[in-house]
C-alpha cells in the first residue's frame, strides 16, 4: 500500500540530485573561471527569485480551494497559537543548522538558503493539496497508485528546479512526505471518514497555500515569517469542518 508513496519519495530524491549536481556545475564553473563569478552569482539570485514566484502562484491557486473563511481564519489561529507556543520554528532551524554543519563540506552549500528553508519549502509544496491526501488514501484503500504516480512526476521536475536553487534541504522533504503521505495510506481506513469529504480536503489546501505564500515572500526577502510555527493551522480544518 506504499507503492505510490514510495514512488514519490524516489522521485524527489532523484529530481534533488539533478538539481543539486545543475548546483555544484553553476559553483564548479564560478571558480574555475573568476570572471564568471559575478555571472553565477547572478544566475543563482534569478533562479531563487523565479522559484520564489512560482511557489507563489502555487500559494495563489491553492488558495482558491477554500470555501469557508471562518474555517481558514480559525485554523491559522490556533494553528499559529500552538506553532509558536512549541516554538516549532527555532527547533526546525536547529535541526536545519545541525544538518547543514555536517554537509557543508560535501555540498558546499551556497547562497542565502538554509537546510531549514529548503526543506520547509519543498515539504510544503510536496504535501498541501489535494493529490497528496487523495492520492494516498486512494493507495491505503484501493490499492490504486495512479494520481500518486503522477504526483511523483510532477514533483521530481519540481525538486530539480528547488534543489538548484535552495540547496539540498530540498531532499530532505522526501522524508516528510514519506511520513505523510505513507501515514495517511496505512491509516486509511480510519481516515479515510474524515478526509474524503472535499470540503476538509479544500480547507487543508487553503490553509496550507497561505503558509505557502508566505514562504515566497521569505524567499524574495519582503518579510521574515515564521512559517514553521503556522503549520500546525493545515489540520485544524479536519477538526472544524465537523462543527462549522
Request: a negative charge.
Amino acid at each position: 500500500m506504499l507503492t505510490g508513496t514510495i514512488v514519490n519519495v524516489l522521485a524527489i530524491l532523484d529530481g534533488s540530485a539533478v538539481g543539486l549536481l545543475i548546483k555544484w556545475l553553476g559553483t564548479r564553473f564560478s571558480t574555475l573561471f573568476a570572471g564568471a563569478t559575478n555571472t553565477g552569482l547572478r544566475l543563482q539570485a534569478i533562479i531563487t527569485q523565479g522559484a520564489a514566484l512560482c511557489v507563489m502562484y502555487l500559494g495563489i491557486s491553492g488558495c482558491l480551494e477554500g470555501e469557508h473563511s471562518l474555517i481558514s481564519i480559525l485554523s491559522m489561529v490556533l494553528g499559529c497559537l500552538i506553532g509558536e507556543l512549541l516554538d516549532l520554528d527555532r527547533r526546525m532551524q536547529t535541526l536545519g543548522n545541525w544538518v547543514q554543519e555536517r554537509t557543508k563540506r560535501v555540498f558546499h552549500e551556497g547562497g542565502t538558503a538554509t537546510i531549514a528553508e529548503g526543506f520547509l519549502t519543498a515539504s510544503l509544496l510536496f504535501c498541501v493539496g489535494a493529490m497528496a491526501i487523495v492520492g494516498a488514501l486512494n493507495d491505503g484503500l484501493t490499492g490504486n497508485h495512479d494520481m500518486l504516480f503522477a504526483k511523483a512526476m510532477l514533483d521530481g521536475i519540481i525538486s530539480i528546479v528547488f534543489a538548484s536553487s535552495l540547496g539540498i534541504g530540498v531532499a530532505f522533504s522526501a522524508v516528510a512526505v514519506f511520513l505523510y503521505q505513507g501515514s495517511i495510506s496505512l491509516l486509511a481506513a480510519f481516515l479515510a471518514p474524515l478526509l474524503q469529504n472535499d470540503t476538509v480536503i479544500g480547507e487543508m489546501t487553503c490553509v496550507g497555500s497561505l503558509l505557502i505564500i508566505a514562504l515566497s515572500l521569505n524567499m524574495l526577502n519582503i518579510t521574515k515569517i515564521k512559517v514553521m510555527n503556522m503549520v500546525p493551522a493545515i489540520f485544524f480544518p479536519i477538526l472544524l469542518c465537523q462543527f462549522l
